[in-house]
């Protein structure tokens, strides 16, 4: 599938999202959404993925925000309701991918780009970049789900400061919040930093993956102890009758044998 403002890119079990805007900051108009939904339902099964890493291209902005030349023709009420309802399944799509979905901030992610980054189950950033929910400053809330991830993530007390004053935090200062997982140092780029983190998680088999995400995308959404049990139970029936179980089991049992 062809894209005009997204690469994209198979690298072994690595899935390369690229927003590919640079002249634009990598800005989220309703086109570039409407790819990103695309690209990761057109991937949804592809269980040879077990991670994604979305970035921007360039170095200075992960996303900027919403493109808002593309929404400035956005005014009535029916239309704010589609251009909201169609964002947040572009970025519902990112959430709830079946595998660990990692927001690489190679620069600044800024309002909607904010938003994308914590529908996001990691964030990797470069020790330049900044990220900040700065809606207020446009006289408008969060628009794409991006407030309620947000509290998941840094608690609500934390969150409606991080909007109400519309922060812009460094990579550091997010990192101490919970917001952002790991940080680059010093002298190390954002790939090797992005290496170093999910290489943990690519030795992990995929339906192993699959099956944490699931459980951890219905605790996140509220689900009921009832359906996360099923969810639970539901997962570690495939993986335990799985070959790969019985491998690395069979594995261990030798070496104590020896």
Known sequence: MAFDHLLIEI?????????????????????????????????????????????????????????????????????????????????????????????????????????????CDFIVA?????????????????????????????????ALRLLSRAELLAADEAAGIGLVDHVSVENQTLGEALEEFYQPILVQAPQVLRAFKALTRAHANGQAVDTLEAVETQHIIETWTHDDHWAAAENVLRKRRN
């Open 11 to 119: 690298d072994g079990p690595l899935l390369h999202v690229t927003i590919n805007r640079p002249e634009k900051r990598n800005a989220l108009s309703r086109a570039v959404l409407d790819e990103i939904y695309e690209a990761f339902t057109s991937h949804a099964e592809n269980k040879a993925v077990r991670a994604v890493v979305l970035t921007g291209a360039g170095d200075r902005s992960f996303a900027a925000g919403g493109d808002l030349n593309d929404l400035s023709s956005v005014r009535s009420i029916e239309a704010t309701t589609a251009m909201s309802r169609d964002a947040r399944r572009a970025l519902n799509a990112v959430s709830q991918f079946p595998v660990p979905v990692i927001a690489a901030l190679n620069g600044d992610a800024l309002g909607g780009g904010a938003e994308l980054a914590v529908a």
């Open 126 to 158: 470069a020790r330049t970049s900044r990220i900040g929910f700065i809606q207020g400053k446009l006289n408008i809330s969060t628009a794409w789900g991006g407030g309620t991830w947000l509290s998941q993530r840094v608690g609500s007390v934390r």
